[in-house]
């Protein structure tokens, strides 16, 4: 499968406890970005990486949230401490690594984190 | 006021209908249009992206950008049950923006082609 892989795919926490979401961008993809979907709202851009690097994180929450992209292996979003408010399908998506191509981004098939 | 706005519908029509999406939007830094299919509880699919005003073909979709009213629309002609999904259209600045690369989305419209 060469498209944009996320896991889990379903993720339950208690509220306190931490949730951390994996993407592996598409074969010769070095761009990553994470979005958030919150029930009834559309798609908000939360970070953009490459690798060992955050270029954007406008997106993300002041607190609680962070995201790495390693030199080797998935990028990670993490979420510390979660509550209910953070409930929502979370997606990953990259995009070629020309720098011309970065608006041309491919989504995996999001994580749905559930707080409880 | 939303950087982008789209009607989330629903939209309902018979197939063989041609269907037309639309968006308008705010941001006049926006330089690249694209539209993503997005099924139910599935990742957003990358349709069709456009660069600045014009028109863009591919199948049964036809995607158009209108930058002086700040418009953009996609046609889906022939219109089967198979299209069926929520449409979502999403904007990027320029090369070397602030916002390239950082897609905003409409909220989506709901579509249903019913057989």
């Not at chain 2, 690249?32 to 049964?60: A, C, H, I, V």
């Amino acid at each position: 499968n060469a498209g944009v892989m996320q896991n889990p795919r379903h993720l339950v926490r208690r509220r306190g406890q931490e949730a951390r979401l994996r993407c592996s961008p598409m074969k010769g993809h070095s761009h990553v970005y994470w979005y958030r979907q919150l029930p009834e709202e559309g798609l908000k851009f939360m970070v953009y990486l490459q690798k060992e690097n955050i270029i954007d994180e406008s997106g993300m929450p002041k607190e609680r949230f962070s995201a790495e992209f390693p030199k080797e292996g998935p990028s990670i979003l993490r979420i510390q401490q979660v509550v209910r408010g953070d409930s929502a399908a979370y997606f990953c998506a990259s995009s070629p690594p020309k720098a011309g191509k970065k608006y041309e981004q491919y989504f995996g098939p999001g994580t749905r984190l559930t707080v409880t | 006021q939303k950087e982008v706005e789209q009607d989330p519908g629903p939209l309902s029509v018979p197939e063989g209908a041609i269907v037309s999406l639309n968006c308008t939007y705010s941001n006049s830094a926006f330089q690249y249009f694209m539209w993503y299919r997005q099924y139910s509880r599935k990742g957003p699919e990358l349709l069709m992206y456009t660069y600045s005003s014009g028109n863009k073909e591919d199948g049964r979709f036809t995607a158009q950008v209108d930058k002086s009213s700040k418009y953009i629309s996609l046609f889906i002609r022939d219109s089967q049950p198979s299209d069926s999904a929520t449409y979502l259209c999403a904007m990027s600045g320029a090369l070397g923006g602030t916002s390239y690369g950082k897609l905003t989305f409409g909220q989506g419209t709901i579509l249903t082609v019913h057989p």
